[in-house]
């Protein structure tokens, strides 16, 4: 759970570093057809609202779930996340188990980003630039954070294309950490010991937490 969180303050940041760079007034739309683009956009857009919402987020951090669920996860393949941490358990499952299990991730998934959304930091962002997709069904967009005196944190977004030719993320990885890998390990143990249901249940309880806008004193 540590490393999972860890990737995910990472994917967070990330987002918010990259969109810092060059801050739009207005939503941009977002162009869906190409991964590259949307991931920058999406990251633009989001760190947009951030601001925007500030004084809300001020008096009500739980307003940053409002926030990633109206800007990010309309761009994360969550159903195609959850069938995968779910791993070979998938075909053991009902249809109601499947559709609430995605339904919990989902919601966890909000509500880790939200959290991580409350610590950033001004390191810079190189984007690598972008390939070739034409004939891709998956891409990774490369991201290296720099901060002084360190080395560069190297992630990248994994994105795929669907039947219709647009690309949704799935899968964050930090330093050659997947977070689908990690997370789907972590899920089969749970399903192992403690059964489907169980498992969405602790899911949904961990979504129900509100947000801790300064868990280390630093000001949003």
């Known amino acids: 759970m540590r490393m999972y969180k860890h990737i995910i303050k990472f994917g967070a940041s990330v987002l918010l570093l990259i969109s810092s760079v060059g801050a739009h007034s207005e939503a941009v739309e977002v162009?869906?057809?190409?991964?590259?683009?949307?991931?920058?956009?999406?990251?633009?857009?989001?760190?947009?609202?951030?601001?925007?919402?500030?004084?809300?987020?001020?008096?009500?951090?739980?307003?940053?779930?409002?926030?990633?669920?109206?800007?990010?996860?309309?761009?994360?393949?969550?159903?195609?996340?959850s069938y995968k941490v779910m791993g070979s358990y998938l075909k053991k499952t009902t249809k109601d188990q499947r559709e609430r299990f995605v339904t919990a991730f989902q919601g966890y998934l909000i509500s880790t980003y939200a959290q991580a959304f409350t610590e950033y930091t001004d390191q810079k962002v190189r984007f690598a630039p972008p390939s070739d997709f034409t004939h891709e069904k998956m891409v990774n967009v490369n991201v290296q954070i720099i901060e002084p005196g360190r080395p560069p944190i190297k992630l990248q977004f994994r994105v795929r294309r669907l039947k219709d030719d647009s690309w949704k993320a799935f899968d964050l990885v930090a330093e050659g950490v997947s977070l689908l890998a990690s997370k789907s390990s972590e899920i089969s143990n749970l399903i192992r010991q403690k059964g489907i249901d169980s498992v969405i249940l602790d899911l949904e309880e961990r979504t129900k937490g509100h947000i801790i806008r300064d868990p280390k004193g630093k000001k949003v």
């Open 31 to 81: 162009n869906t057809m190409d991964p590259y683009d949307m991931v920058e956009t999406v990251a633009n857009n989001t760190f947009d609202r951030f601001h925007h919402d500030i004084d809300i987020i001020k008096s009500n951090p739980d307003h940053l779930k409002v926030i990633v669920s109206d800007e990010l996860m309309p761009y994360i393949d969550y159903k195609y996340a």
